[in-house]
């Protein structure tokens, strides 16, 4: 069976029955240690790795945040032992995004910077994408805003020039966030309205609860500015 027949069909189970197990899906696909080890040595991805790095955000998701950061690091400690630069490059970029989600702006820019020699060595342009975006974050919040919202633009267009969708909206944030640091409410505001279509269209939710915060915190700032403008115009 075709990697991507697997995916499609545990999609269609997970629809139907909401969750699943992984090893639910060993048993639906008959998805041995052999049959494992093939899909690596077929795709050069490591399903252990993709496993551990996505069990780490739903935990910190779910509150769960020393486990989180076990699963994170046991990610990368499986990455670093296998021979695939896939899942290696993957275990970095998800560490950064695990820092980020932290708001440890040097421990995301750190891993992001690991990961981008070697996305750009094998031709990973998702990850390059990924990674411009999050080490842009990270200098924007160490105060070098210009700097790291061209970034942020940069690997965003790079992350959709692939067709890739996944964390869209979260990447959006990302970039509003930053605008709004930068005292660039009206840019922001447009950045989240792209972000609310992206989450409407895909379905993707997680972060929908931090697109409204951030709505708010900008439309704030934008009424403020508009404010001090009225107020000057009045005192002349």
């Given at each position: 069976m075709?990697?991507?027949d697997?995916?499609?069909q545990?999609?269609t189970l997970?629809?139907r029955?909401?969750?699943?197990?992984?090893?639910?899906l060993?048993?639906?696909?008959?998805l041995?240690?052999e049959?494992?080890?093939?899909?690596m040595?077929?795709?050069?991805?490591?399903?252990?790795v993709?496993?551990?790095?996505?069990?780490?955000?739903?935990l910190?998701h779910?509150?769960?945040?020393d486990?989180?950061?076990?699963?994170?690091?046991?990610?990368l400690?499986?990455?670093?032992?296998?021979?695939?630069p896939?899942?290696?490059?993957?275990?970095?970029?998800?560490?950064?995004?695990?820092?980020q989600?932290?708001?440890?702006?040097?421990?995301?820019?750190?891993?992001?910077?690991?990961?981008?020699?070697?996305?750009r060595?094998?031709?990973?342009?998702?990850?390059?994408?990924?990674?411009a975006?999050?080490?842009?974050?990270?200098?924007?919040?160490?105060?070098q805003?210009?700097?790291?919202?061209?970034?942020?633009?940069?690997?965003l267009?790079?992350?959709?020039?692939?067709?890739a969708?996944?964390?869209?909206?979260?990447?959006?944030?990302?970039?509003a966030?930053?605008y709004?640091?930068?005292?660039?409410?009206e840019?922001?505001?447009?950045?989240?309205?792209?972000?609310l279509t992206?989450?409407?269209t895909?379905?993707?939710?997680?972060?929908?609860?931090e697109?409204?915060r951030?709505?708010?915190e900008?439309?704030?700032?934008?009424?403020?500015?508009?404010?001090?403008?009225?107020?000057?115009?009045?005192?002349?």
């Open positions: 075709k990697f991507s697997i995916i499609d545990a999609s997970l629809q029955k909401g969750r699943i197990t992984y090893r639910a060993k048993r639906e696909f008959a041995d240690d049959a494992l080890a093939d899909l040595a077929r795709y050069g991805v490591d399903p252990g993709f496993s551990l790095t996505y069990t780490a955000l739903v910190w779910l509150g769960y945040l486990q989180a950061r076990q699963k994170s690091e046991a990610a400690t499986l990455a670093q032992e296998q021979s695939s896939y899942s290696l490059a993957s275990a970095r970029f998800f560490a950064a995004t695990f820092h989600l932290r708001r440890e702006r040097l421990l995301t820019q750190e891993w992001a910077e690991a990961g981008i020699p070697l996305a060595e094998h031709g990973f342009p998702q990850w390059l994408g990924r990674g975006i999050l080490q842009g974050w990270a200098r924007a919040e160490q105060g805003s210009e700097e790291g919202m061209s970034q942020m633009r940069h690997g267009a790079t992350y959709q020039a692939v067709g969708g996944i964390c869209h909206s979260y990447y959006l944030v990302l970039l966030e930053a709004g640091k930068a005292e660039q409410a840019e922001g505001l447009a950045t989240l309205a792209e972000a992206v989450v409407d895909s379905g993707e939710r997680f972060c929908e609860a697109l409204y951030l709505k708010g900008l439309t704030l700032q934008q009424l403020k500015i508009q404010n001090a403008k009225w107020l000057c115009c009045i005192n002349q």
